[in-house]
């Protein structure tokens, strides 16, 4: 037999062969844009060597806008814009999550009639009417992702973001291409800042005073809102700056807490509201203030995708000045985001970042010159043309470095801006000026549309070989695990070894000498490429000692049930190609699950059948037997179980006809309000669910004695439990109650938790045996095998685990052997002990609403698994074959894995994600972002780790069965070898540890088949209207669960083999 190391050896080469392979297509398919650290350059206007100046009384001309804004002669990145005067100052107020309709006020509307967010910020109304000249209010469109991030780049550096940066909303790395705070720095313009720490991630060291406060707790919803108010009008009033920026969370945190109809909402905005008549009291002449939203909110509270509500922001705009007339332009009524950064370049007299597609809001300008016109508009024409020279001088550059753009599209926009050069010279008066903006809009909208295109450009070659690598791997795999003998496999295994130190070794100087001779620029992608394509010439190799016709032998449906489990599983990854089937995900799951366990259940009355055709001695031992109605009632609770789990579903936007059960759209802060059942509940739950446990472990034998690994699984989780439940009750006091508590008195419940489980999970592992032995005593074999219904752990004999040759022997004699108690589970007993753990962890970052359906996703596998063993038993004829799992046991537990994704809360979308859990004994104040981004995945893809974790139970399950509920299964041939249950598996070792890495094989494998097909429809469909929303996030979703599906595997196949090694020494002592 090979080595258990050697099985993990070619577990880990086939984890990282798929991980190459997805990480191949993911660099094809989600590019980041290239980003250049050019910095855009300007003269001082007293500088420009122009006779015309502007503040000081010299004239602007329309023919020294074109001539001045850029110096004559070399390159394009050289050309020097020239810095329009300014005297003015900025303070700018971002108010995170601020919907449009957060500041529109309905004047129709009374009090009682409002929602907690309508009419709450009246100040910005009431400014607006009393001072149209001095203010201004805009819908400010956000470019998705809508995270807070990739917001902060839009708004400072002006570009668009790319898609693939939504991922690193859990980092902040620092920016490093132009944006105006460093235009400001290097021009030693100093900047304060306060609030969200963000901002200090992405511009270290960069501002004169700043006042962080943590930004990741969204249940705090005061500490970062108080601190500013603390500082924020003292610093207004110094002299020493020329930005202000102050980041307030509470109405973000208030919407992802309590979403925005709670009554907080009121409180949060009213807080909003007094801060902005503060600061319109405080300000002087020389002073815009700029409120703004840095994205929106959904009806729950959340954010990061692209619905109306989460892009449609608010921008505010005031100053004692007075601003560019209104009737002058066009009326403009919504605004990019992006295009606050040319805006606040003027106003605060500094060059547009080099990477800027938007342009300037000319109606917030304030006006020069006391208001006269036509000095007014030159100026704006100024900005305008300076603006368009910095795009185009972006798009040449860009072009140049990259060969990305559409030559054809290209031209288009470089033949619109010489039109617009030529024009420039012309205009001469106001009706001209009108004319001009018109059509320089249309410059801008051109060439943010033409950058836009380009950044969702892919790379074929990636993609095309991620597919096929991982396409010609998965059934390559599967030709060689279904049609090679045991022998063959084990000989691959064995020499394992050899190959994999060839393929890394080679492709490891392959990748560092062609990046030396410079023939590649990136190491990773061709290292992962050169593993992909030498392995998979192994993987070929090894199938060519592979028979054809044996591997069609057993691929030919032996029977109905088989047929219909293929049928369902083509389709279920057919589907993906289909967005209303992405959409529709966890409604057709549901029906494939159900569909799957009736066909099994329908067919398997035709085993008897198949009896048939077996000689007279096996068909006097094997004879068939018509479905039990036990397995019926299994059946039918499995299917109700499904349909309960349906209660836990949230919705997509997508979906018109879905409603949220009321339940879920309360947070588990409402714990006193009338859904304090809800949390009774879920406390009974928990409660029940270890005791069952313990009983099921008493019960087999497994919490018997006093050794540290039963004391642990005897009392653990029961402390857990009740941590739980203090953490769960303090965290949902009212407001009022819950401050005056210090937060370690909140958060040092999931500690404990976590440091209970850190140690018990720790020793499990190293001695997962949950046994105990008595003393010596005279046992005989009459004594242990002639009952019925005997507890089977305590029949173990010592002589017939060491010696299966001298059992007849033994059973004559009469000798003193040892009783161990829990024998005859110790591998189920190991995998369900570390499930309990798992599902008790999960429970917590899940919460008290969404906890329960744990509940229901550990029914349905227990029924599941109890319908597969007597499915099981009805089909074999000796005990070996119960090693070798059918497809559909496989097939449906995979889908149910997949599908209480959804039964518990969650959806293949950004927006969808449940941030609380990464709060869970943190409260947001952890040095790094790794241990909640640990417990987001845990909480998203809980059942996806937890099935995986507990795959070696379709294995060894059917034993479980025979000797905890013998009456389950009569076949009288197979009870003298049965009932030593799990002991059955440890003396079986080889076929036992084949049987389990074939199970984890095929199982990995499925899972990727799904990976596949939606890497092929999301390439398929990369032009499509809804890639972005649907496509691509279905496929980042499935990836993710599947390197968590890989981990909860190797997990749980290690654990198996750790039993088996702990028990082999055990056995070794008392020998």
Not at 269 to 274: D, G, I, P, Y
Not at 483 to 512: H, P, R, T, W
Not at 618 to 623: A, F, G, M
Not at 944 to 955: G, N, S, Y
Request: proline residues 4%; glycine residues 6%.
């Amino acid at each position: 037999m090979a080595r258990a190391w050697k099985y993990i050896l070619v577990t880990l080469w086939l984890y990282f062969f798929i991980f190459s392979c997805v990480y191949l297509f993911s660099r094809g398919f989600l590019l980041k844009r290239d980003v250049f650290t050019n910095r855009t350059q300007c003269l001082p206007w007293e500088d420009s060597g122009e006779d015309g100046t502007l503040h000081s009384g010299k004239p602007i001309s329309s023919s020294n806008v074109k001539n001045g804004t850029v110096r004559k002669g070399g390159s394009l990145t050289e050309n020097l814009s020239t810095c329009l005067p300014t005297r003015y100052k900025v303070v700018l107020i971002v108010v995170d999550a601020l919907r449009y309709d957060f500041i529109q006020f309905n004047e129709s509307l009374n009090d009682s009639d409002a929602n907690a967010f309508q009419n709450k910020i009246p100040i910005i109304h009431e400014t607006l009417l009393n001072q149209p000249w001095n203010s201004r209010m805009y819908k400010f469109v956000a470019d998705p992702p809508t995270t807070t991030m990739q917001r902060l780049k839009g708004i400072t550096t002006g570009s668009l973001p790319t898609f693939i940066d939504v991922g690193s909303n859990f980092a902040t790395p620092e920016i490093n291409e132009d944006n105006i705070i460093d235009q400001l720095v290097s021009r030693n313009l100093s900047v304060i800042f306060m609030g969200d720490d963000t901002w200090t991630g992405l511009y270290p060291k960069r501002f004169l005073r700043e006042f962080p406060y943590p930004s990741f707790n969204v249940w705090d919803l005061d500490t970062v809102d108080n601190g500013i108010m603390h500082h924020l009008l003292p610093e207004v009033k110094k002299k020493d700056w020329k930005l202000l920026i102050g980041h307030f969370l509470g109405v973000d945190h208030c919407g992802h807490k309590y979403g925005p109809y709670h009554p907080e909402m009121t409180r949060k905005l009213k807080e909003v509201n007094t801060t902005i008549r503060q600061l319109l009291d405080v300000i002087d002449e020389d002073t815009v203030l700029l409120v703004i939203g840095d994205h929106g909110m959904t009806s729950t509270g959340d954010h990061g995708g692209d619905s109306m509500d989460e892009v449609m922001s608010a921008l505010f705009v005031y100053s004692r000045s007075t601003l560019f007339p209104l009737d002058t332009l066009d009326k403009v009524v919504s605004v990019s985001q992006i295009d606050l950064v040319p805006t606040l370049s003027f106003i605060l007299g500094v060059p547009i970042p080099f990477a800027n597609l938007g342009n300037i809001i000319i109606e917030t300008l304030p006006m020069t010159n006391n208001g006269n016109s036509d000095v007014d508009w030159k100026y704006a024409l100024a900005a305008l043309w300076s603006n368009a020279l910095q795009v185009n001088n972006y798009l040449m550059y860009y072009s140049n470095e990259s060969r990305q753009f559409s030559e054809e599209k290209l031209q288009i926009i470089l033949k619109k801006f010489d039109t617009l050069s030529q024009q420039v010279d012309d205009v001469s008066n106001l009706e001209e000026f009108k004319m001009f903006h018109k059509q320089i809009t249309e410059y801008f909208t051109l060439a943010r549309n033409l950058c836009s295109e380009v950044w969702v450009q892919f790379d074929e070659v990636l993609m095309l070989s991620g597919l096929i690598f991982m396409f010609t791997f998965i059934f390559s795999s599967l030709f060689i695990l279904e049609g090679a003998q045991i022998d063959k496999i084990e000989q691959f295994i064995n020499s394992s070894y050899m190959f994999f130190g060839i393929v890394f070794g080679i492709s490891l100087c392959a990748s560092y000498g062609l990046k030396h001779f410079h023939f590649v620029s990136n190491l990773d992608v061709t290292y992962c490429f050169f593993i992909c394509f030498l392995s998979l010439i192994c993987i070929l190799v090894i199938n060519m000692k592979v028979s054809v016709s044996q591997v069609l032998a057993k691929l030919k449906a032996k029977d109905n049930s088989t047929l219909a489990a293929r049928i369902i599983f083509l389709t279920s990854v057919a589907g993906f190609f289909s967005n209303s089937y992405v959409v529709e995900d966890s409604t057709i799951l549901s029906f494939y699950l159900v569909s799957l366990s009736l066909i099994c259940l329908y067919f398997s009355s035709n085993i008897k059948d198949l009896t048939k055709q077996r000689s007279d001695k096996n068909r006097l031992l094997y004879k068939g037997t018509p479905i039990k109605p036990r397995v019926i009632l299994l059946t039918f609770l499995f299917g109700f179980m499904i349909r309960l789990s349906h209660y836990y579903w949230r919705c997509r936007e997508e979906q018109k006809w879905c409603v949220n059960s009321e339940w879920l759209k309360f947070s588990a802060s409402m714990l006193f309000s009338v859904h304090g059942l809800q949390f009774l509940y879920t406390l009974v739950y928990l409660a029940l669910l270890v005791t069952v446990f313990r009983m099921w472990l008493r019960s087999s034998g497994n919490l018997v004695g006093f050794s540290f690994t039963v004391s642990i699984v005897r009392y653990v989780p029961t402390v857990i439990v009740i941590c739980i439940s203090a953490f769960w009750i303090l965290q949902g006091l009212p407001k009022n109650t819950k401050y005056s508590l210090k937060p370690w008195q909140i958060q040092i419940w999931p500690s404990v938790i976590f440091f209970l489980m850190g140690i018990s999970i720790f020793r499990l592992y190293i001695n997962p045996l949950s046994v105990y032995m008595l003393p010596r005593t005279k046992v005989t074999m009459d004594g242990v095998y002639g009952q019925e219904n005997i507890i089977p752990h305590l029949f173990n004999q010592l002589k017939e685990s060491l010696d299966r040759r001298n059992r007849e022997k033994a059973a004559n004699s009469s000798k003193y052997f040892p009783v161990v108690y829990g024998l005859a589970t110790v591998y189920s007993a190991a995998v369900i002990i570390f499930g309990l753990f798992i599902l008790l962890f999960i429970s917590l970052l899940l919460g008290d609403i969404l906890a329960p359906s744990t509940a229901v996703m550990l029914t349905a596998s227990i029924l599941l698994l109890a319908v597969q063993a007597v499915y099981q038993h009805e089909r074999i004829m000796m005990p070996s074959q119960l090693f070798n799992v059918p497809w559909s046991s496989i097939l449906c537990w995979a889908l149910l894995s997949s599908y209480f994704f959804y039964a518990t809360g969650h959806q293949p979308t950004f927006s969808s994600i449940q941030w609380d859990a990464a709060f869970v004994g943190t409260g947001g104040q952890v040095g790094s972002h790794i241990v909640p981004a640990v417990f987001i995945l845990m909480n998203t893809f809980a059942s996806q780790f937890w099935f995986a974790l507990i795959l070696p139970l379709l294995i060894i399950s059917p034993f479980t069965l025979v000797v905890m509920f013998p009456n389950f299964i009569k076949k009288d041939g197979l009870r003298g070898e049965m009932k030593r249950g799990e002991l059955v598996l440890y003396e079986k070792e080889s076929q036992f540890h084949h049987g389990v890495f074939i199970l984890c094989s095929k199982y990995v494998l499925f899972h990727a088949l799904r990976v596949v097909s939606c890497m092929a429809a999301a390439a398929l469909h990369r032009r499509h209207l809804m890639v972005w929303k649907i496509f691509a996030p279905k496929f980042i979703f499935e990836g993710i669960s599947l390197l968590i599906t890989m981990l909860g595997v190797f997990l749980g196949y290690t654990l198996v083999l750790r039993v088996t090694k702990v028990l082999k020494v055990m056995m070794k002592k008392l020998e």
